[in-house]
């Protein structure tokens, strides 16, 4: 079945630590993107790709690294430069043409020891 | 820029009853989709219902349909027969349709409880 993975469901991060969250889907999709997820802040843009090689900052990309190597594979990458890493984080795929839905991954929660 | 605003953080319903989310969006632009997801507690997005601003029909998904006002900028959603199982955040979402894959603009969410 086609889908999008994000893993793992889970993750903790220690002080000054860089953890990467990974992003896969097998929808054939060009399109990928990153949102964050705080309690009362709906869903804010971290950053994201239309294309393989090629991604632009979202509106809360400090701290936060991508690449994009692969069409299948987003993977994000939170640096220790971010100070508030705790939040939901969801990645999220679209074909072609603004109608088209986004397909959702079940998210990752990021939580800081 | 374009924001979309939903005024009411939380709501909640008797099952059975009919409830209205409400969205309000600002843009200079004449066309563009809208779209209503949902986040149940098990935090999985769901599209609920999207609708082109240039079709003035409002968009139906059985028991979910919305009040598309153009002029006053206003997308809200309702709810008919509200079920235990619509308990979740409801986002709403903009996108201009010429703009290929940038990305949607979301609102901040409205929770929605229904109660037994």
């Known amino acids: 079945d086609g889908g999008i993975t994000q893993s793992p469901k889970y993750l903790f991060r220690k002080e000054g630590q860089n953890v990467t969250l990974s992003c896969e889907q097998n929808l054939n999709h060009d399109a990928m993107y990153w949102y964050r997820q705080d309690p009362g802040q709906g869903l804010r843009l971290i950053y994201y790709s239309q294309i393989v090689n090629d991604f632009q900052k979202g509106d809360i990309a400090e701290g936060y690294s991508v690449s994009r190597e692969k069409k299948e594979s987003f993977p994000l990458t939170v640096t220790s430069a971010q100070k508030n890493p705790t939040a939901f984080y969801l990645c999220a795929s679209k074909a072609g043409g603004a109608n088209e839905k986004l397909f959702f991954g079940s998210g990752t929660q990021l939580s800081v020891l | 820029a374009q924001t979309v605003t939903q005024s009411q953080p939380e709501m909640s319903v008797q099952e059975a009853e009919t409830v209205t989310l409400s969205c309000t969006y600002d843009t200079s632009e004449n066309n563009y989709y809208l779209f209503w997801y949902k986040q149940p507690p098990s935090r999985q997005m769901i599209l609920v219902i999207r609708q082109e601003a240039y079709k003035q029909q409002n968009a139906t998904e059985n028991r979910f349909s919305v009040n598309f006002q153009k002029a006053a900028k206003s997308f809200s959603l309702k709810i008919s027969d509200s079920q235990l199982g619509d308990t979740a955040m409801y986002f709403c979402?903009?996108?201009?349709?010429?703009?290929?894959?940038?990305?949607?603009?979301f609102g901040k969410g409205t929770r929605l409880s229904v109660i037994a």
């Open positions: 979402a903009f996108i201009f349709p010429n703009s290929g894959n940038t990305p949607l603009v």
